[in-house]
């Protein structure tokens, strides 16, 4: 909330508003969030138990200008780790003109040999991708880790955003804020958009392990919204190469799947031969390209820290660009140089095994008792390709609604992009995670913390400028009649410049009751006595 110079632009107007409507009514409405969230079904997978997702009332607010090289940043990311995958199992030239070890990509764990060759239709691997960015004690915006797997979470930004204008009606009527909405759509039109060649009215589905999985809620809303069928493995079947899908009328082909399932239960002919959650022979039908799985088997390879440190040169190989975004300071482990300096200062640096997510696994030198870090300097000895280390970046923190008081609180902030193959949108905004115990560094869901509205605010919204509003970038490349129809209040009409149409409850309304009517979600199976499996699936938030 505070640079160098005092109150960043944009937040004086809400200070002074949380003033006027005092701590008494911000407790009151902060609490009615946590119930309606709990009733609503907003919720998140904790060992087993499933709670509401904490959503802090005071919103995260994100300058035009500093949105900008964001924006540009995580796009020329997703763009890098397109052509990276695509190089790795395709000709490797990245390995022969020594960019990066070969080795490296060949150990990792989500490498998968089995889809080496295969070229998914549509030419797209990385359609949906999650980018943690961290604010560091100079105020640059860092890249945390990347999430080109299954990344989940942006179904949060959606009902954060409908519960705010909620809870807050006053606030954003003073705001111009760039719209969330539009995720659905675009997410679709870039599925449809990477069909088989030849399909021109492709059948997509979202593929779920379950009921049981952390993030069932998100698989459900985003079915919902885009007016698809939600899906587990057991309503699909391969026949001759192709994914059909059991309806009350029979087998259906099935062109795109966007699947929430990890690459280890996807496939039990290929993977995981006791897996319940997938299709068998789904990669067969990958493989004479019948169907497209979204995002690619093997794009966990991206995903993996040690690979991570290698990005901001991928950057400069594939693209002849320098890096938008910079890394945080990162040592290799299996590099001996860097192991030898990293162990004498064991308790001053953050350890991280390469192939974790949600936080598990994690080392905070500074907080790790002598015990801690005997087993840590010897798990690296044993495996040190198996973990890196970064120092301890001061999180930015932000004001934060504890026991009835503001609070500063540590945040990140995931936002998402969508790839159609022709250009990278950014959803503007991104899930702001916060971590709610007090001096905690982790901020992930799946580890209590909760999380902001973000709020990227236009040029028009602040104090004293003239400028114009920005108007949102095209949909698609694609014709979305059919989808606009089944969403629009006022089909044929032009797209909003930077009104914000989820402020107002009749519109999610009206779209809710709309997609009722739209043949769809009536398979959403769920698979009893497999709780196990159905933990699995998706990155964590």
Known sequence: MFGRSGVRPGYELVGEQFEQIGSEELRTRAESLSTAYLDQGVTFDIGGVERPFPLDIMPRLIEPEVWSPIEKGVAQRVRALERFLDDVYGEGAVFADGVIPRQVVLSSPHFHRVVHGLKPPGGVRVHVAGIDLIRDNEGVFRVLEDNVRVPSGVSYVMTNRRAMATALPEVFEDHRIRPVSRYPRQLLAALRATAPAGVADPTVVVLTPGVYNSAYFEHALLARLMGIELVEGRDLVCQGGRVMMRTTRGLEPVHVIYRRVDDEF??????????????????NAMRVGNVTVAN????????DKLVYTYVPDLIRYYLSEEPILPNVDTWRMEEPAHREEVMDRLG??????VDGSGGKGIVIGPRATSAELAVLRAQIESNPRGWIAQPVVQLSTHPTLIDGAMRPRHVDLRPFAVNDGQQVWVLPGGLTRVALPEGELIVNSSRGGGSKDTWVLSRSALPGSSGPAVPEPPTTRISLAEIAAAQDPEPGMPPPVEQEPDNAAPVWQEQEQQQQQVPGSGVQSQSQGHQSQNQTGGSSC
């Open 266 to 283: 996807l496939d039990p002919v290929h993977f995981r031969s006791d897996s319940l959650l997938g299709v068998a022979g789904l990669l």
């Open 296 to 303: 690619a088997v093997g794009n966990g390879v991206a995903d």
């Open 348 to 353: 001053e640096l953050v350890l991280k095994p």
